[in-house]
């Protein structure tokens, strides 16, 4: 059974860079079709996906984000990383990594991890 565990630094500063890590195991991030996506979920909000990695090492971004959200990977470890470049306290959120793929032409999730708490505060 694939399980994914979101790590990071709990409390990033304004303006600093976020960098967040999710470690796969039971499965590899390499695997046929197999696309791996974060997700955040600001406080009384609802979820927003960010964008994905798939299996070929190719990524795929939330036009809103794409140019601060970049979703590098370490095949060696078998981990898939978020870094956000410049936080602001409105980017105080919930962040999730999760498995998908596609059917057909539509994405779907699937399972994913517990979720880590990302504080941005001086």
Known sequence: ??????????????SQTLSLTCTVSGGS???????WSWIRQPPGKGLEWIGYIAYTGSTYYS????SR??????????????????VTP???????CT???Y???DHYFG???QGTQVTVSS
């Open 1 to 14: 059974q694939v399980q994914l565990q979101e790590s990071g630094p709990g409390l990033v500063k304004p």
């Open 29 to 35: 991030i390499t695997t046929n079709y197999y696309y």
């Open 63 to 66: 036009p809103s984000l794409k």
């Open 69 to 86: 959200t970049p979703i590098p990977r370490d095949t060696s470890k078998n981990q898939f990383n978020l870094q956000v470049s410049t």
């Open 90 to 96: 409105e980017e105080a959120t919930m962040e999730y």
């Open 99 to 101: 498995r998908g793929g």
């Open 103 to 105: 059917s057909g032409s």
């Open 111 to 113: 399972g994913g991890g």
